[in-house]
């Protein structure tokens, strides 16, 4: 049986770099906060307990990690003294854990759960204490990871304590570690803080580790996995691989996206086969398509479900809870916002449909207005079945429109509508023959008079 896992997640950075309001660590990616997407690879990777350690004051984060990890603990460090003393900050959680033991930080959010599963697989094969490395183009600031001859981890060593051979290593510290220790907290307290930053650096516990007799191993990513995000440039290259790996995940099953570069996901959205994504599509959070619909060019989703065989913009935009069926056509300048489109119904062109009901194969013609708010409340439309909405009619909520009724164009509609009636809201039609002729004639007499 495998050994219970503790997942620590470090979120206790202020980001200073971020220059924001917001920690750190709750900035997003495709939608999601950072945290939010280091949770979900604790939960693919499929640890016991899951601890979280965040800050002084940040409530906020304190929030967002129960909301995604509802059986998670939070602890707080009080001061940032440094890596091991944030984990330490778990200590309750390690202290009565028998396992293994792994750390992720909350700002490194694009690490696969297959590179986690190898590094604890490092364990299975009696390491006892994992790092994730990488080679990295330019090693900068990061720690270096030594190794001997045969590749075993000897120590790590932070660039500012580092010798000028051990600076040339390119071989570098992603900061995911995992521990197979009898005695975590034994090696933990042991760390001490007499370093070039006077801090408490997990990196220390693999030499401690192997002064026990235990082995410390490697296991190499491509740097790209492990992006730290420390400024806003860096949070927009990691959404920039969080697209791209998202655009390809969605090709290889079957999606078209005829310009990948323009489309953006969200990191829930899911995209059913044979769907065709023209370009500058923008999926928010809560999105799914179903097989087979056309997702025409500049159109813009959140909250939504499109249904098979929908056809979805040019310019279209759908906000939270429009339920699309089958067939269904939202055309150019159409914003459809909670309201249910039963199979084939129709909203061709420039239509705000908000709160309400469609029916099947109802035709909402060009310029349709829901007039579903009163400046203090929202209200239903209801439009039944086979329904034929005219152009340019506003349908005052609360409203129900039965079921094959037809509403003539440019009706303003505040009464309910019987099933297979015709609603007709105009004033009658005034025609004066000839009358234009004599206008213009007119007109020209004074022009001519005046320009004397
Ligand atoms: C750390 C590693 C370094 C590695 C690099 C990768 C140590 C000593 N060094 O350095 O080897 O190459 O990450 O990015 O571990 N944190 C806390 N509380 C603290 C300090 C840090 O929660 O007191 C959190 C931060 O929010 C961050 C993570 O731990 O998420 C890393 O901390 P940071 O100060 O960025 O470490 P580095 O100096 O970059
Ligand atoms: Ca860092």
Redesign the pocket.
């Known amino acids: 049986m495998a050994r219970p896992l503790l997942t620590v997640i470090?979120?206790?950075?202020k980001g200073t770099r971020m220059r924001s309001a917001l920690p750190k660590v709750l900035h997003r990616i495709a939608g999601r906060s950072m945290l939010g997407h280091v949770l979900a690879l604790a939960n693919g990777v499929g640890g016991d307990k899951l601890a979280v350690?965040v800050g002084p004051g940040m409530d906020v984060v304190r929030t967002d990690a129960l909301a995604a990890a509802p059986g998670a603990d939070v602890f707080v460090?009080e001061n940032?003294?440094?890596?091991a003393?944030?984990v330490l900050a778990a200590r309750e959680a390690i202290a009565s854990q028998r396992g293994d033991l792994l750390v992720l930080?909350?700002?490194t959010p694009l690490i696969t759960a297959a590179t986690v599963k190898a590094l604890l697989g490092e364990l299975d094969r009696g390491a006892s204490i994992a790092v994730l490395g990488f080679e990295a183009r330019d090693p900068g600031?990061?720690?270096r990871l030594l190794t001997a001859e045969d590749g075993t981890l000897v120590a790590?060593r932070?660039a500012k304590d580092a010798t000028e051979a051990e600076r040339a290593v390119r071989l570098?510290?992603?900061?995911v570690m995992a521990f197979r220790l009898d005695e975590p907290l034994a090696v933990l307290d042991e760390i001490g803080n007499a370093n070039a930053k006077g801090?408490y650096?997990?990196?220390d516990a693999v030499e401690l580790v192997r002064k026990r007799g235990g082995r410390g191993a490697v296991v190499v990513c491509d740097e790209d996995e492990v992006l730290?995000v420390n400024s806003r440039r860096e949070l927009a290259t990691a959404e920039a691989i969080w697209q791209r790996r998202a655009r390809n995940k969605v090709m290889d099953e079957g999606v078209t996206l005829i310009a990948p570069d323009t489309v953006w996901l969200s990191f829930d959205t899911v995209i059913g086969r044979d769907v065709v994504v023209e370009p500058n599509v923008f999926f928010g959070p809560g999105v799914s398509v179903a097989e087979g619909a056309e997702i025409k060019a500049n159109s813009y989703f959140e909250g939504a479900r499109i249904g098979e065989g929908a056809r979805i913009g040019p310019f279209a935009r759908l906000r939270p809870g429009a339920v699309l069926g089958r067939d269904v056509h939202v055309g150019n300048f159409v914003e459809v916002k909670n309201v249910a489109m039963a199979d084939g119904a129709k909203a061709n062109h420039l239509s705000y449909l908000g709160d309400g009901t469609v029916g099947a194969k109802a035709n909402i013609g060009a310029g349709t207005i829901f007039c579903n708010y009163d400046g203090f409340f929202k209200h239903k439309t209801e439009i039944g079945a086979g329904a034929f909405v005219g152009s340019n009619s506003s349908l005052v909520a609360p409203l129900k429109i039965g079921a094959g009724a037809y509403i003539g164009s440019g009706s303003v509609i505040t009464k309910d509508v019987a099933a297979d009636a015709l609603a007709l809201e105009r004033s009658d039609q005034d025609v004066r023959p000839g009358w234009a002729e004599k206008f213009r004639t007119m007109m020209a007499r004074r022009k001519a008079a005046a320009g004397k």
């Open positions: 470090l979120a206790a950075g350690v460090q940032q003294l440094g890596t003393d944030a930080f909350a700002d600031a990061y720690g790590i932070e570098c510290n992603s900061g801090e650096y997990l990196t730290g």
